[in-house]
């Protein structure tokens, strides 16, 4: 696969060499950059820390996602495969990444469907805002939002309320200030929406792309393309009657807080949209257990995500500090087992198959707090698959001493997760690991569909 030169891909947690440079490429694994672009992503880097840039070496850290630097694209994908395969898998690495994000809250994508797309040749940032103009373009033409809009003008006959306090020339008692309601497409919802679009439609390069954001415009052409900030679209109020606009608001204040692109500015300087990667495995891992707890665990059971389970100390005037907040907690109200995602490579030679003992003391106050008999530390499987189990002695609030369950698992991540037979390898590996921890199970059966089924 030849290598577009306006784009870097790189994978986290791989070094690839840079050299200063006039123009700004990527060519045969090193990237060429110019002063400005250094410049700007050293800025961006003190910010958030997402590159460990060195004297003539860049490492990508746990961030994954894409940033725009001085019209140079660098796009950070998850290194989901073992060994060097990674480079070759970029198409599924891509395919999964979205997916991964379908299920959580960092981007409001809610449905992939990579056979559109050109996963080998569009950047994240193509293809988010890809996908972003088509689903909107198609709620837009199912239902695009009126709201009443408070207006002021000076009329020949009573509308709403006379503002009695401009009406006091006598030679003008024939025009009537007034104050009124009206039900209008102008306001600050779509608004937002057509000034997102119109940025958006200057900075994409994908003529696909670009024509579906230039329809959403013709749309809107009743709304004035005005200037939206990010403190504005905060003041947007959802209901049940726009409620469906709200993802598509929410990538719109994505993009405006973290773009450079004005009305004014002829290009982009700079865009960054970089997700931590371990909370994205976190709560992919969490909103895949929740849709459908009976299939992972052979009963329906509830499955939480980063709940409050108690606090860790209580000051010297009673008041509890430190919440304890494991990152998936199964079972209501008696907690039956915790699940502490971590996103870290392991080393199979350490005798304590590398997990810290920040990790062991993090999941012993788990345990000891709630209850739980067993519990899980879950790492994605990345260079290597490592399962060790431990017993952690924890005495109870009664001072008995009991014996938790401590599993330490890896789950595979580089499974085709939009194709069927790839998502159901990952469930099935996924219900393998996790069904241990709930005690008591009771026979199941899995149907075509891939959900389990109770017998008896």
């Not at 599924?92 to 409001?108: D, E, Q, R, Y």
């Not at 009695?164 to 937002?192: G, K």
């Not at 598509?248 to 949209?273: D, G, P, W, Y």
């Not at 698959?385 to 008995?400: A, C, H, I, N, T």
Request: contains cysteine; glycine residues 4%.
């Amino acid at each position: 696969m030849s290598e577009n030169q306006s784009t870097a891909t790189l994978f986290e947690y791989q070094r690839y060499p840079y050299v200063s440079s006039e123009t700004d490429s990527f060519r045969e694994g090193t990237l060429h950059l110019t002063d400005k672009t250094i410049e700007l992503l050293d800025s961006l880097n003190s910010k958030r820390p997402f590159l460990e840039i060195g004297r003539n070496l860049i490492k990508p850290l746990n961030y994954i996602g894409v940033v725009k630097a001085n019209g140079f694209t660098i796009q950070i994908f998850p290194k989901l495969f073992t060994y060097e395969s990674y480079r070759e898998q970029r198409s599924i690495v891509a395919g999964n990444l979205l997916k991964m994000l379908s299920h959580t809250g960092h981007v409001p994508i809610t449905e992939v469907d990579p056979a559109g797309l050109d996963l080998r040749r569009m950047d994240l940032f193509e293809i988010f805002t890809y996908l972003f103009a088509k689903n909107l373009l198609a709620t837009i033409k199912s239902s695009q939002k009126r709201e009443y809009t408070r207006n002021f003008d000076e009329l020949r006959v009573i509308r709403g309320r006379i503002d009695f306090r401009r009406h006091t020339n006598p030679a003008r008692m024939h025009i009537i200030p007034c104050r009124y309601h009206e039900l209008s497409v102008d306001n600050l919802l779509n608004q937002t929406l057509k000034y997102t679009c119109y940025l958006m439609s200057r900075t994409s390069s994908n003529f696909t792309t670009i024509r579906l954001l230039r329809s959403i415009v013709d749309l809107l052409d009743p709304v004035a393309l005005t200037p939206i900030s990010v403190a504005e679209i905060d003041r947007i109020a959802f209901s049940r009657l726009n409620r469906i606009f709200e993802p598509h608001i929410r990538m719109c204040r994505i993009f405006l807080s973290n773009s450079s692109l004005t009305l004014q500015a002829s290009k982009v300087e700079f865009f960054s949209l970089l997700i931590p990667m371990e909370r994205l495995f976190e709560e992919f891992i969490s909103a895949v257990l929740a849709r459908d707890p009976a299939c992972f665990f052979g009963r329906d059971v509830p499955v939480r995500s980063q709940a409050v389970v108690g606090r860790l100390a209580r000051g010297a005037n009673g008041t509890e500090l430190f919440n304890l907040r494991p990152d998936i907690v199964i079972g209501a109200p008696r907690i039956e087992a915790i699940i502490d995602t971590k996103y870290k490579q392991l080393d199979p030679d350490d005798r304590k198959a590398g997990v810290s003992q920040a990790d062991l003391y993090q999941i012993y106050a788990y345990a000891a707090k709630t209850g739980a008999m067993r519990c899980m530390l879950l790492y994605p499987e990345v260079l290597l698959e490592q399962k060790r189990d431990f017993v952690l002695p924890v005495r109870s609030r009664e001072g008995v001493d009991t014996d938790v369950q401590l599993t330490i698992r890896a789950i595979r991540l580089s499974h085709d997760l939009n194709q069927r037979e790839g998502w159901e390898a990952f469930c099935s590996e996924l219900r393998e690991i996790v069904m241990p921890l709930i005690a008591e199970q009771e026979p199941w059966r899995s149907t075509e569909s891939g959900r389990a089924v109770v017998e008896g």
